[in-house]
């Protein structure tokens, strides 16, 4: 079946560091990616929407320069977290949509930023 | 008062039980998803409802567009059923990938 991989896993920076998130789309193209936070013990929500080809577009509240999105090919979405700060600590984890309108979830990645 | 509103917000159960999730929503909806999250954060999508009944192995997910209202139940639960079951709703007019997620209900289920 269709998979999505996203790595790293877990990430530990130093605050004022960017880090990159990679989702992939493994054996099946994804013209659209999205990209979702949860904080301890909060429900999922979405951040922005990421179009291949495209500018992503961005949730009301999410800081478009903060969080820089590459969608550069059908497979390869990236997700920036520029000069990350302790509030910025969070799980990251990005979808992309299949056959059939079925949603496939990456592993996602924990952030911390000390 | 969330759109999306899940109970309970923790079950235990026996292995072997039957299990049943609720989800009760707010707004006018184009399609549900029913997602199970293990520890570790992985999410996996179980079922995308936008009327009637889907059955997967020992999972069933009902939905009641008209009652605003949607359940999953889990047969002859087993302990690696154990995880967060959360329901998640598109919301109508809105993109594909934009859902508004509820808080989650934790499964554990003992041997």
């Known amino acids: 079946g269709a998979v999505v991989s996203q790595h790293p896993s877990w990430v530990i920076c130093k605050s004022g560091t960017s880090v990159k998130i990679e989702c992939r789309s493994l054996d099946f193209q994804a013209t659209t990616m999205f990209w979702y936070r949860q904080f301890p013990k909060q429900s999922l929500m979405l951040m922005a929407t990421s179009n291949e080809g495209s500018k992503a577009t961005y949730e009301q509240g999410v800081e478009k320069d903060k969080f820089l999105i590459n969608h550069a090919s059908l497979t390869l979405s990236t997700l920036t977290v520029t000069s990350a700060h302790p509030e910025d600590s969070s799980f990251y984890i990005c979808?992309?949509?299949?056959?059939?309108?079925?949603?496939?979830f990456g592993s996602g990645t924990q952030l911390s930023v000390l | 008062k969330n759109e999306v509103e899940q109970s309970p917000q923790n079950l235990t159960a026996q292995e072997g039980e039957f299990i049943t999730i609720n989800c009760s929503y707010s707004v006018g909806i184009s399609a549900l998803h029913w997602l199970q999250q293990h520890p570790g954060g992985g999410i996996v999508s179980l079922f995308m409802l936008s009327s009637g009944k889907k059955k997967h192995g020992r999972l069933i997910a009902t939905i009641n567009i008209q009652e605003k209202h949607s359940s999953l139940h889990i047969t002859a639960s087993h302990p690696r059923d154990s995880a967060v079951y959360i329901c998640a709703v598109r919301v109508e007019g809105t993109s594909y990938g934009k859902l508004t997620f509820g808080q989650g209900t934790i499964l554990t289920v003992h041997p």
């Open positions: 979808s992309a949509r299949g056959d059939r309108e079925k949603l496939f």
